[in-house]
């Protein structure tokens, strides 16, 4: 299977991919400040991919609980930098974590391939930017939902974007973990992955270092949740998640790659 971004084509379905998270911002819930530079985040973002990651993921506004939105003005202007040496250093497929039109357009204008979009919406404007560039869009879940209600979005979901002229292979789901979701909930979408996920389609699942697994594990610095993240991220891949987006790619690809080996064998 296929998930089309822009004019590259990545395949999915075989074998769990890597997105690795690099926060241009000075105030995310774990790691904000240490990537705010251009420098110190392609850096970063070069050692993820040393380390196996298959995407990288950049973000340049926090959404951890409280926080203050900036403006897409400003939003552009720490991703600008950061992309443009990037995309001098490597051809990985390049994701932009925004909600914002006029950010993703400047984007995929420099050289990103797909727009990662927490706003939980299935807006006009974005779906139009996404038509007419032809890159990846990841549609995530937000706010409170059951296994029953998400798998309900992603069906409105991907109706929607059909009467919009946008093929499914250009799509992507995430179920919006911590966004919203209360702390049962969070679980019972980790849990339930097969239930809800939609056939045709590639889910992606982010829920590294977050408040879920720092709750779970009993460990209330985020980067310290290492190993209940594996435990979360095995989870995943019993369930079929496709793209698992996380901090820690050295380290947590080890678990993750366990989790398929052990996949296999199960009846």
Known sequence: MIFKCKNKEIEYGNKTLLMGIV?????SFSDGGSYFTPESAVNHALELISDGADIIDLGAQSTRPGYEEISPEEEWK???????????KTDILV?????????AEKAL???AD??????????PEMAQIIKKTGAGWVIMHSGEGSVDEVGAFFKASAEKCEALGIPKEQLCFDMG??????????????????????EGYPLLIGLSRKRVIGTASAQSDPKQRIYGNIAAHTAAVFGSADIIRLHDVKNEK????????IKKWIR
């Open 95 to 103: 994701s932009v974590d925004t909600y914002f039109p006029y950010v």
């Open 23 to 27: 926060n241009v911002t000075p105030d």
């Open 177 to 198: 973990i911590g966004f919203g979701k209360s702390y049962e909930q969070n679980l019972e979408l980790i849990a339930n992955i097969s239930e809800y996920k939609l």
């Open 78 to 88: 720490r991703l600008e930098g950061v992309l443009s040496e990037l995309r001098k």
């Open 114 to 123: 797909i727009i990662n979009d927490v706003s939980g919406r299935v807006e």
């Open 109 to 111: 204008e420099n050289g």
């Open 254 to 261: 080890q678990g993750i790659k366990t989790a398929e080996e």
